[in-house]
């Protein structure tokens, strides 16, 4: 029961750093803003170095949540955010960090059977518009 609290807990803290971060890009119309708070969130939610994590390869990077036991629902999360973060890092006109982060996205949601189609187009993620909607649809989902 005190796991589930913890993992409740968790999610809850995960989902108010993606309203923020889609509020910072809705409202201030700060794409590269909202990327950073939503990396940010990502690095908060596992027992490893958020900078480290997020500088490693895709492939990696998913082995290594993998390896030290991330619970697999924080991961869609973490997936979705990335991917978020992916088309948010585009509209601010950081290409090569937008796809960093879109593969990261991918590779994660692979490695844990997560399907995040819903969020990738083009390769690069999708709009920014297109993805808060995803991950807007997603959250819901998420509290019913």
Same mark, same amino acid.
């Given at each position: 029961?005190?796991? *589930?609290?913890?993992?409740?807990?968790? !999610?809850?803290?995960?989902?108010?750093?993606?309203?923020?971060?889609? $509020?910072? $890009?809705?409202?201030?119309?700060?794409?590269?803003?909202?990327?950073?708070?939503?990396?940010?969130?990502?690095?908060?939610? &596992? /027992?490893?170095?958020?900078?480290?994590?997020?500088?490693?390869?895709?492939?990696?990077?998913?082995? &290594?949540? $993998? &390896?030290?036991?991330?619970?697999?629902? !924080?991961?869609?999360?973490?997936?979705?955010?990335?991917?978020? @973060?992916?088309?948010?890092?585009?509209?601010?006109?950081?290409?090569?960090?937008?796809? !960093?982060?879109?593969? *990261?996205?991918?590779?994660? @949601?692979?490695?844990?059977?997560?399907?995040?189609?819903?969020?990738? &187009? /083009?390769?690069?993620?999708?709009?920014?518009?297109?993805?808060? *909607?995803?991950?807007?649809?997603?959250?819901? *989902?998420?509290? /019913?």
């Amino acid at each position: 029961m005190l796991t *589930q609290d913890y993992l409740v807990r968790m !999610l809850v803290d995960f989902a108010a750093g993606i309203m923020r971060a889609m $509020q910072r $890009q809705t409202e201030e119309r700060d794409p590269r803003g909202g990327a950073e708070l939503l990396e940010a969130a990502v690095g908060q939610a &596992v /027992d490893i170095d958020g900078d480290a994590l997020l500088a490693l390869a895709p492939e990696s990077m998913a082995t &290594v949540l $993998q &390896v030290s036991g991330t619970e697999p629902a !924080l991961t869609e999360y973490m997936a979705r955010s990335l991917m978020l @973060a992916a088309s948010y890092r585009s509209e601010a006109g950081q290409a090569e960090l937008a796809e !960093l982060r879109a593969n *990261q996205a991918r590779a994660l @949601a692979t490695a844990y059977g997560h399907d995040i189609s819903d969020m990738d &187009v /083009d390769g690069a993620g999708t709009s920014s518009d297109d993805a808060d *909607q995803a991950m807007k649809a997603f959250l819901n *989902q998420s509290n /019913d």
